[in-house]
């Protein structure tokens, strides 16, 4: 059984991790701070923010679809005991382990 099904993963809405990972191996390899200084100071904060804004619309663009989020939140909330809603015998809301 594949792994998106065993655990309820769409695998196009976490493709872009893939990229972002090694983005980030890459540009520190690159960088100025522990890396070969291949990418000037001063440069390097543009082709963070640039790689940034590149993989953010990466991301955006295979996230779920809004309809399948809210039945997985729904899911979610049958599956799950309530604890915002308990409340102790003096009517206040209780904290978990007190």
């Known amino acids: 059984m594949p792994f998106s099904v065993l655990f309820g993963l769409d ?12 983005g980030l191996t890459v540009i520190s390899y690159l960088g100025q701070y522990g890396g070969t ?3 000037p100071e ?3 904060l543009g082709v963070v ?5 590149l993989i953010c619309y ?3 663009a295979l996230r ?3 309809h399948r989020v809210a039945a997985t939140i729904a899911a ?7 604890q915002l809603n308990a409340t102790s015998h003096t ?4 904290l978990m382990g007190t």
């Open 42 to 44: 001063g440069v390097d």
């Open 37 to 39: 200084k291949v990418i």
């Open 49 to 53: 923010a640039a790689f940034s804004l």
């Open 58 to 60: 990466v991301a955006v």
């Open 91 to 94: 009517g206040r809301p209780e």
């Open 11 to 22: 695998r196009w809405a976490l493709v872009w991790i893939i990229p972002w990972l090694t």
């Open 64 to 66: 779920l679809p809004a």
């Open 76 to 82: 979610d909330q049958r599956d799950t005991p309530d």
